[in-house]
């Protein structure tokens, strides 16, 4: 009896020697498996960002077009109105703070929002019209 148990535990430990090799050579497969997806990992992510990166920068220059193209379509042309009747001349823009002081001055307390403004030079008059409710003039 004693030697079919020496023979058992040499048994065992002949299986223990060879489970314990077939362990170390599967970790090693694994570790070259995780390298190799670790190589695979990086180029991907290489490949991803040189890729976001293109597209980053077409974005950023198709921005600079549409905002190129907003600073142009924003120029306003400067402009001047002069009126000249019957000896007297007037500009638009004079009419127009005639006009918004005269209603400060008639509506005390009220804001402006809108004003549109009636000149008639025949009559020597800026007429005003507010908030589509406050009616009023000014003299030329």
Do not use: H
Not at 74 to 102: D, H, P
């Amino acid at each position: 009896m004693v030697t079919s148990a020496k023979i058992t535990v040499d048994d065992v430990k002949k299986s223990a020697a060879s489970a314990a090799s077939a362990v170390k050579s599967a970790a090693a497969e694994v570790k070259k498996e995780a390298a190799t997806a670790k190589k695979a990992a990086t180029k991907t992510a290489a490949k991803a960002k040189a890729t976001a990166t293109k597209k980053a920068t077409a974005a950023k220059k198709t921005v600079k077009k549409a905002t190129a193209k907003k600073t142009t379509a924003k120029k306003k042309v400067a402009t001047t109105a002069v009126v000249q009747y019957q000896g007297l001349e007037f500009s638009e823009a004079e009419c127009l703070k005639k006009a918004q002081s005269a209603f400060k001055k008639d509506y005390k307390g009220k804001t402006l929002e809108e004003l549109n403004i009636y000149i008639k030079p025949e009559e020597r008059k800026i007429y005003y019209v507010a908030n589509k409710d406050c009616v009023g003039s000014a003299d030329l």
